[in-house]
Antibody, heavy 122, light 112 residues
Framework: QVQLQESGPGLVKPSETLSLTCTVS??????????WSWIRQPPGKGLEWIGY???????NYNPSLKSRVTISVDMSKNQFSLKLSSVTAADTAVYYC??????????????WGRGTLVTVSS | QSALTQPASVSGSPGQSITISCTGT?????????VSWYQQHPGKAPKLMIY???KRPSGVSNRFSGSKSGNTASLTISGLQAEDEADYYC????????????FGGGTKLTVL
């Protein structure tokens, strides 16, 4: 079965760049049926969609984060990645990668990684 | 787009039914039958419970059902069980421009 697993540093200093990778196992990131999304959840708060990438490399970002976000895909490693620049304490959150049926017009997240907590602190 | 509006909390006793509302606008919930619902237990990732307004993924109990009226979507859980205690989030397609999806603020379900 398809599984997603986030990886990356759990602690990032203010003003630096947060970098996370999501590894897709049991399936292929090059499937044309899915977008591959990043979603975050600050401690004790709700979910916020960050953005997605399609296997072709096309991306779509939340306007509230667009100036700081880059999502990329590496089909050779079956991974997609998130970079968030100039982080502040407000970026402290659990970051999830998720499979998004939006590419097929259905717009729901049917598979999630376990999430990884990233804390922004000096 | 603004977040969808959900009640902060709902509660019910085992065996009862509860409904969680999710209010959007004519630009999201009201325009598309593309609302999804997610269950999240503490420290766990969200789990898809309902998609396209009323469809259940394989393996999700038929005690969970979804519906929509106007700009408000609803999740109903019948025959409440202790394991249903969790946070629930709605999500709707919002068309363009971005973001294409918006989430609700979440509802804490307490099983008394």
């Amino acid at each position: 079965q398809v599984q997603l697993q986030e990886s990356g540093p759990g602690l990032v200093k203010p003003s630096e760049t947060l970098s996370l990778t999501c590894t897709v196992s049991g399936g292929s990131v090059s499937s044309g049926s899915y977008y591959w999304s990043w979603i975050r959840q600050p401690p004790g708060k709700g979910l916020e969609w960050i953005g997605y990438i399609y296997y072709s490399g096309s991306t779509n970002y939340n306007p509230s984060l667009k100036s700081r976000v880059t999502i990329s895909v590496d089909m050779s490693k079956n991974q997609f990645s998130l970079k968030l620049s100039s982080v502040t304490a407000a970026d402290t959150a659990v970051y999830y990668c998720a499979r998004d049926r939006g590419a097929s017009g259905y717009w729901y997240f049917d598979l999630w990684g376990r999430g990884t907590l990233v804390t922004v602190s000096s | 787009q603004s977040a969808l509006t959900q009640p902060a909390s709902v509660s019910g006793s085992p065996g009862q039914s509860i409904t969680i509302s999710c209010t959007g606008t004519s630009s999201d919930v009201g325009s598309y039958n593309l609302v999804s619902w997610y269950q999240q237990h503490p420290g766990k990732a969200p789990k898809l419970m309902i998609y396209e307004g009323s469809k259940r993924p394989s393996g999700v109990s038929n005690r969970f059902s979804g519906s929509k009226s106007g700009n408000t979507a609803s999740l109903t859980i019948s025959g409440l069980q202790a394991e249903d205690e969790a946070d629930y989030y709605c999500c709707s397609y919002a068309g363009s421009p971005t973001p294409p999806v918006v989430f609700g603020g979440g509802t804490k379900l307490t099983v008394l």
